[in-house]
T-cell receptor, first 111, second 114 residues
Framework: QKEVEQNSGPLSVPEGAIASLNCTYS??????FFWYRQYSGKSPELIMF????GDKEDGRFTAQLNKASQYVSLLIRDSQPSDSATYLC???????????FGTGTQLKVEL | NAGVMQNPRHLVRRRGQEARLRCSPM?????VYWYRQLPEEGLKFMVY????????ESGMPKERFSAEFPKEGPSILRIQQVVRGDSAAYFC????????????FGDGTRLSIL
């Protein structure tokens, strides 16, 4: 079992729709959760981070965390073509600061 | 406010040569991390450093790879006697002090081995 799992996609959504990206993790001791966006050939860009169960909203982005189910998700409202990228889920286990990344979900927002 | 600065952006080496990758963290950040992204693969943690200290090197290959973050100057990731399998994008990230602080990435160094 991979430590951090994401569906590789591609996930295709029409412009203006809600994109839902999901991530599961195996280490119950994980404490911090991050979403990064990576355009092809570019570096990861921090989108959201969440530490507590529940929802956290920032503009068009909402991160959701359920530690009991070991599940974290990212919702993108009013999806735009510029949101087309690979979204990386990253998890920090308790103790230490290294991030463990999923392989990413490719999102395509279609006109 | 400058972000994480990495250089060079692209580096070409022949097999057996040495590669040196540099990273200057964001202002106010004292923690530096190196990650490697192989083609079509995810980001893999290599090493976590603070000034003059290696905190976690659990992701570093046992041979040929080393990292440092001296008191003065940038962090250096050094790869000796490079092989074709070392071809990858190497990203540096930095964060402020404290557990679980978000890490911000530099633009990366694309290393190509001929």
């Amino acid at each position: 079992q991979k430590e951090v799992e994401q569906n590789s996609g591609p996930l295709s959504v029409p412009e203006g729709a809600i994109a839902s990206l999901n991530c599961t993790y195996s280490d119950r001791g994980s404490q911090s959760f991050f979403w990064y966006r990576q355009y092809s050939g570019k570096s990861p860009e921090l989108i959201m981070f969440i530490y507590s169960n529940g929802d956290k909203e920032d503009g068009r982005f909402t991160a959701q965390l359920n530690k009991a189910s070991q599940y974290v998700s990212l919702l993108i409202r009013d999806s735009q073509p510029s949101d087309s990228a690979t979204y990386l889920c990253a998890v920090k286990a308790g103790g230490g600061n290294k991030l463990t990344f999923g392989t990413g979900t490719q999102l395509k927002v279609e006109l | 406010n400058a972000g994480v600065m990495q250089n060079p952006r692209h580096l070409v080496r022949r097999r057996g040569q040495e590669a040196r990758l540099r990273c200057s963290p964001m202002k106010g950040h004292s923690h530096v991390y190196w990650y490697r992204q192989l083609p079509e693969e995810g980001l893999k943690f290599m090493v976590y450093l603070q000034k003059e200290n290696i905190i976690d090197e659990s992701g570093m290959p046992k041979e040929r790879f080393s990292a440092e973050f001296p008191k003065e100057g940038p962090s250096i990731l050094r790869i000796q006697q490079v092989v074709r399998g070392d071809s990858a994008a190497y990203f540096c990230a930095s964060s402020p002090p404290g557990q679980g602080q978000p890490q911000h990435f530099g633009d990366g160094t694309r290393l190509s081995i001929l």
